[in-house]
């Protein structure tokens, strides 16, 4: 069965440091990709998609990803932390293109310390 | 570009009653419209998808005559919650897919703030 897997449940880092947001998905012919965050109480925001394109994928507020076909890997990270980054994010997976629906990881809570 | 709102954000009913929520794509037209769940520190769960013109398509498990939807028009999907009972509080968030924009984004979902229902 097709599934995408968020490796950690939970990463806190320090303001200021680097953020590694693991996901993995099973391996298909072409699926999009995506990242979402969600802050507490609202809804999810995308912040960067993958569509075959470049592999490495530039979002909003500093988030990129690289998609690697080689390890079925699309790990999303962020140079420096800001503590507005700390919120949920959701690595979500499109296998039937524009008629599939997404199949979504199980989060990452992201806390940001000071 | 690409908001979609709902509304309401917020409510608390009695058991027994109906809840109507409300899904607008602001910007964008969307023949194809998502309502999911989500409990608390969990991932989302769909229910159903709602196309423009005909019947949604319910995923399994879930009472297509308890969560009705409607999807009126090209920017409206509305889910009512029927006979509401403790058990449906939860916060329910609705996506919408575009219609517009090309191949590129047409698998792409925009998702609604959510709305949080609780059920006394």
């Known amino acids: 069965a097709q599934s995408v897997t968020q490796l950690d449940s939970h990463v806190s880092v320090s303001e200021g440091t680097p953020v590694l947001l693991r996901c993995n998905y099973s391996s298909s012919y072409s699926p999009s990709l995506f990242w979402y965050v969600q802050h507490p109480n609202k809804g999810l925001q995308l912040l960067l998609k993958y569509t075959s394109a470049a592999t490495l994928v530039k979002g909003i507020n500093g988030f990129e990803a690289e998609f690697k076909k080689s390890e079925t890997s699309f790990h999303l990270t962020k140079p420096s932390a800001h503590m507005s980054d700390a919120a949920e994010y959701f690595c979500?997976?499109?296998?039937?293109?524009?008629?599939?629906?997404?199949?979504f990881g199980k989060g990452t809570k992201l806390s940001v310390k000071p | 570009g690409a908001v979609v709102s709902q509304h309401p954000s917020r409510v608390i009913c009695k058991s027994g009653t109906s809840v109507k929520i409300e899904c607008r794509s602001l910007?964008?037209?969307?023949?194809?419209m998502f309502w999911y769940r989500q409990f608390p520190k969990q991932s989302l769960m769909l229910m159903a998808t709602?196309?423009?013109?005909?019947?949604?398509?319910?995923e399994q498990g879930v009472e297509k005559d308890k969560f009705l939807i409607n999807h009126a028009s090209l920017t409206l999907s509305t889910l009512t919650v029927t006979s509401a009972h403790p058990e449906d509080s939860s916060f329910y968030i609705c996506?919408?897919?575009?219609?517009?924009?090309?191949?590129?984004?047409?698998?792409?979902?925009?998702f609604g703030p959510g709305t949080r229902l609780t059920v006394l």
């Open positions: 979500v997976v499109n296998y039937g293109g524009s008629q599939g629906n997404l199949i």
């Open positions: 910007d964008f037209q969307a023949t194809t």
């Open positions: 996506s919408a897919r575009r219609t517009s924009g090309g191949p590129r984004w047409a698998d792409t979902q925009y």
């Open positions: 709602s196309n423009e013109g005909s019947k949604a398509t319910y």
